[in-house]
């Protein structure tokens, strides 16, 4: 028997009816985006699933018939979830495709290659701008490593993603689909502000400069690299170059630092 994803409201006539006007903001989309994950036999694939989901924002993980039924509690996965082990205490373990699709309205199957019947296929970005205006509640399919998505699983599905690959090698591990997968589906919906993290240095004022210019033209008189009485327009170039660079107040320092041991070392000019 077919197994049908959609549990409420009808089925799309087309590969575009699913997309609606959205009925929310994008941004509430986030908590109701399933992760769902068939047949899937390393337990390190779960946590590190886990982990790209937390990393991009999502939690609701599922899985249909894994190799082991402990895989949530499993070491490989605990380990490999990295701090995300949340995500491995809330996901369910269900028997079948259509229990997995309850809740949701529409299902993305991943798929390295396309079938010749079946929902179209499209790349992530692509399809993910349009999906993520449609206000549907969106659950990503992923097959198991060693056979991928049976066509059943793919056929009971509105679209298959493909992520463009080098066709010599197209195999995507688990996890890694997974990740990219998220972040492209993260950015549809909006992404995260970038977050600074480190504060703009301050660059160095005229003053400063001039400073480091005249502790540097000492060192170099001292250390017979520059000679006062022929000077071969020197200073000039090392204040160009010091302007072109945009020094900032620390680097004034490093390098007056620098001016300054090598004078220690020196000793003073005969």
Not at 16 to 28: E, L
Not at 118 to 125: D, F, I, K, Q, S
Not at 151 to 162: M, P
Request: proline share 8%; aromatic share 6%.
């Amino acid at each position: 028997m077919r197994v049908t994803p959609i549990l409420s409201g009808p089925a799309p006539r087309s590969p575009c009816a699913p997309f609606r006007r959205p009925r929310q903001p994008v941004q509430f989309l986030t908590d109701s985006t399933r992760f769902i994950l068939v047949d899937t036999s390393h337990p390190g694939n779960v946590g590190a699933t886990a982990r790209a989901m937390k990393v991009m924002g999502f939690s609701d993980l599922v899985l249909v018939t894994p190799r082991y039924a402990d895989v949530l509690a499993q070491p490989d996965a605990i380990a490999m979830a990295s701090g995300a082990t949340d995500i491995l205490e809330r996901a369910r373990i269900v028997a079948t495709l259509d229990e997995a699709l309850a809740g949701t309205t529409f299902a993305c199957a991943t798929a390295m290659t396309p079938r010749d019947f079946g929902p179209p296929t499209r790349a992530p970005r692509d399809a993910f701008a349009e999906l993520a205006r449609s206000g549907h509640r969106v659950a990503f399919v992923f097959g198991g490593e060693r056979f991928g998505l049976s066509n059943e699983h793919v056929h009971a599905c509105h679209l298959c993603i493909s992520i463009p690959t080098q066709p010599e090698y197209g195999s995507l591990n688990l996890a890694q689909a997974v990740q990219l997968l998220s972040y492209d589906w993260r950015q549809a919906l909006g992404g995260f502000p970038v977050v600074e993290r480190t504060r703009t240095p301050e660059q160095a004022d005229a003053a400063a400069v001039a400073g480091l210019l005249a502790h540097w033209r000492e060192m170099l008189v001292q250390i017979d690299f520059l000679d006062p009485a022929v000077p071969r327009k020197l200073m000039a170039r090392l204040h160009q170059l010091v302007n072109r660079a945009q020094v900032t107040t620390e680097e004034v320092h490093i390098l007056r630092g620098i001016a300054r041991q090598v004078q220690k070392i020196r000793g003073p000019r005969p």
